[in-house]
């Protein structure tokens, strides 16, 4: 799937990559502010999944903010392997950040033939 989903972003205009990368990292808010207010978590294991979701939360906000200059240092699939890197370990978490990616291109016309 992170190969069709890089397929179609590498021939979009960076304006419509920017939407798109901006648009999974406010969705990935929601899921901090969901596991936040789950109370069938022990707070510790809230905080470590909610370390997890905001550096993928910073890796995709770094490369929306270099779109806009021009010099990404990484392409769209090093970005999506480092999430992966990041969430492999939690089901949990691969869940909900897969439901957030999922809910950006539901969201995002580009996206409707995936």
């Given at each position: 799937?992170?190969?069709?989903?890089?397929?179609?972003?590498?021939?979009?205009?960076?304006?419509?990559q920017?939407?798109?990368y901006?648009?999974?990292?406010?969705?990935?808010?929601l899921?901090?502010?969901?596991?936040?207010?789950?109370?069938?978590?022990?707070?510790?294991?809230?905080?470590?999944?909610?370390?997890?979701?905001n550096?993928?939360?910073?890796r995709?906000?770094?490369?929306?903010?270099?779109?806009?200059?021009?010099?990404?240092?990484?392409?769209?699939?090093?970005?999506?392997?480092?999430?992966?890197?990041?969430?492999?370990?939690?089901?949990?978490?691969?869940?909900?950040?897969?439901?957030?990616?999922k809910?950006?291109?539901?969201?995002?016309?580009?996206?409707?033939?995936?």
């Open positions: 799937m992170i190969e069709k989903i890089t397929d179609v972003l590498k021939n979009l205009p960076v304006q419509e920017q939407r798109f901006v648009g999974l990292a406010n969705n990935l808010t899921i901090i502010r969901g596991i936040w207010s789950d109370d069938s978590y022990i707070d510790a294991n809230k905080l470590g999944m909610i370390k997890i979701v550096e993928c939360h910073h995709i906000l770094n490369h929306a903010l270099s779109l806009y200059d021009g010099e990404s240092t990484w392409t769209d699939t090093q970005v999506f392997a480092k999430v992966k890197e990041l969430i492999s370990k939690d089901n949990i978490l691969a869940g909900e950040v897969g439901g957030a990616l809910l950006t291109m539901k969201h995002n016309k580009n996206f409707e033939s995936l």
